[in-house]
């Protein structure tokens, strides 16, 4: 694949980029590997700083960094100028709690004095997708960079200028030469990083074929992996739920990026008894939703990031139909203006054996389904080979007990839009992956846990 910015709004290549040599790649290894020896020892205080600034310049730079991530990838710019916001507000996090995480941790045994230590592992490979091209980099970035080790990011191919924006951002704020590097490489050239030596660990936000490949690649190394892969969220609307409130969140969790998210709620399940309500509020908002340039402030909706997801998801969206699936809106790609446009489209009738039961959709494609209770509901949602998310709308404790227990998922959102938050652990089971990111939890996937232990004095 080539390494360029194409404008997904109009099919211009804007920019095209040569790949590093391998001479280039070794040079950035080397680097990262020298720095690790001095960066490790820096003070966390001093991490602290250079992690705020780092947010300073976020801050400060967003409207001309969103802009950088719409050109690239499409996405509507009031969304990217938030992203940008929430990479701050991820670097502040780890400012202030990072130390606290990764303080000695005294416990009590028959030792004199025995505890756990946080320390760096070294050079951790990230591989990131274009999707959410600043959030996903620095959500990696923050916690490995406060717990002291160093990063090499392999951004995906088509937002080669975010990812070299991301490395001039870091160092800017004064983290020291070779801590975060940018490799403009092909997918084809991870699996030597990851052979390195050098390299201690890697992460990958993804799809499915590109988690395994490199989760195959690490275990011939022994070597640590974080894999956040694909999702099919359900979104599950119980009679008791507060219904203008459940379908406001609807529009917003299915058109999140406009419907390129992991995490989007992709199946709508629907008790019966509020099915027909549902829908009729639904399409009515998916009929005003703004479709269009995504550099204009009004656009809800902006271009898929590529001909190839825009292709794949009308194919998908072809067969469900074929089958038996009935499109209430859209269902066919824009050809009325150039770019990588669908329109937000609703499907209903889904067949159980279809696509649309059985696929992620990646793109504003909303899934709806009916069920007659709450058990019905819950062995829709986990009839799926993935676990990232769920959100739940009941006002029913009994029933929000239940959705919590019950539901195979990473994390499950209670009359709530499924989101990452720094705070929080964020991760899946089953076919969306293993580990987590954020939170206490994410930082210390890479760090070395050691155990100190301290014998009582004795008697020479």
């Known amino acids: 694949m080539a390494i360029a910015t194409v404008n997904p709004a109009t099919g211009e290549t804007v920019k095209t980029f040569t790949p590093h040599s391998p001479r280039e790649i070794e040079a950035k290894l080397s680097l990262a590997a020298s720095s690790f020896a001095q960066y490790r020892l820096t003070p966390l205080h001093q991490r602290s700083e250079w992690l705020n600034q780092a947010a300073s310049i976020l801050e400060a730079e967003a409207p001309q960094l969103a802009r950088l991530m719409t050109l690239e990838m499409g996405k509507p710019i009031k969304s990217a100028i938030a992203e940008v916001q929430k990479c701050a507000l991820v670097c502040r996090y780890y400012a202030e709690n990072g130390p606290g995480f990764l303080a000695d941790e005294p416990i009590e045994t028959d030792a004199k004095l025995s505890y756990l230590r946080y320390e760096p592992m070294g050079i951790i490979l990230a591989v990131m997708p274009w999707n959410f091209p600043f959030w996903q980099v620095f959500r990696f970035a923050a916690p490995i960079l406060m717990g002291g080790n160093v990063g090499l990011l392999k951004h995906a191919s088509n937002v080669p200028q975010c990812s070299l924006e991301i490395e001039r951002v870091i160092r800017d704020a004064g983290f020291p030469p070779g801590v975060f590097q940018s490799l403009l490489i092909g997918g084809n050239q991870v699996e030597a990083i990851i052979n390195d030596p050098r390299v201690k660990a890697a992460t990958l936000t993804g799809s499915e074929p590109a988690g395994m ?49 992991c995490v989007a709620a992709k199946r709508f399940i629907i008790q019966a008894s509020m099915a027909d309500a549902f829908e009729a509020k639904l399409l009515a908002k998916f009929q005003a939703l ?53 329109p937000p489209t609703i499907i209903t009738e889904i067949p159980p054996d279809s696509p649309g039961a059985q696929e992620e959709f990646f793109g504003p494609v909303a899934l709806l389904f009916r069920v007659n209770d709450l058990s019905e509901a819950i062995a829709l949602a986990n009839d799926t080979v993935f676990g990232l998310g769920a959100s739940a709308w009941t006002n029913n404790p009994q029933e929000q007990e239940r959705l919590i227990q019950e539901i195979e998922a990473g994390c499950v959102f209670i009359n709530g839009l499924v989101k990452s938050d720094p705070r929080l652990p964020f991760g899946g089971i089953k076919r969306s992956g293993y580990g987590r990111e954020l939170g206490k939890e994410g930082m210390r996937e890479f760090v070395n846990i050691k155990t100190v232990w301290i014998a009582h004095d004795t008697q020479s």
Do not use: C, H
């Open 213 to 261: 490949s490199l989760a195959s690649a690490a275990g011939k190394q022994i070597k640590k992996t974080v894999l956040e892969l694909g999702g099919s969220d359900p979104f599950i609307v119980l009679e008791s739920a507060n219904l203008e409130a459940a379908v406001a969140t609807a529009v917003t969790a299915r058109m999140l990026n406009s419907g390129q998210s």
């Open 290 to 342: 703004k479709v269009g340039d995504p550099q204009l402030e009004e656009t809800e909706v902006g271009p898929l990031a590529t001909p190839g997801i825009r292709d794949d998801l009308d194919l998908q969206v072809q067969k469900t139909v074929a089958m038996g699936g009935k499109v209430l809106i859209g269902g066919k790609p824009m050809s009325d203006r150039p770019g990588y446009f669908y």
